[in-house]
């Protein structure tokens, strides 16, 4: 965790509150050390920069998980508008 805080430049105490919100839940070593993903490092990120910006925690946390939402309704959309509608088929 320490490393993770690290490279976002947040605290530890950060993360455990993403953890607390459920947004980001990082696997756990045989020792206990939690372990996270790229993936969840871009969504600390992600939220850190709403927190940065003033929104609080939870709202960021909303908002992260509804432009996840929004991202996979497109991918559905465009895989469902592919050339096979288009051609009517």
């Known amino acids: 965790m320490g490393r993770a805080a690290e490279i976002l430049g947040v ?45 609080a925690l939870e709202a960021a946390s909303r908002i992260i998980s509804l432009e996840d939402q929004l991202a996979r309704a497109h991918e559905r959309n465009a895989e469902l508008s592919g050339p096979e509608a288009e051609s009517g088929g």
């Open 11 to 55: 605290t530890p105490a950060f993360l455990r509150a993403l953890g607390a919100t459920g947004l980001v839940e990082p696997q756990r070593s045989d020792g206990g050390h939690r372990r996270y993903s790229r993936a969840q490092l871009r969504i600390a990120a992600r939220a850190r920069e709403l927190v940065d910006r003033g929104t």
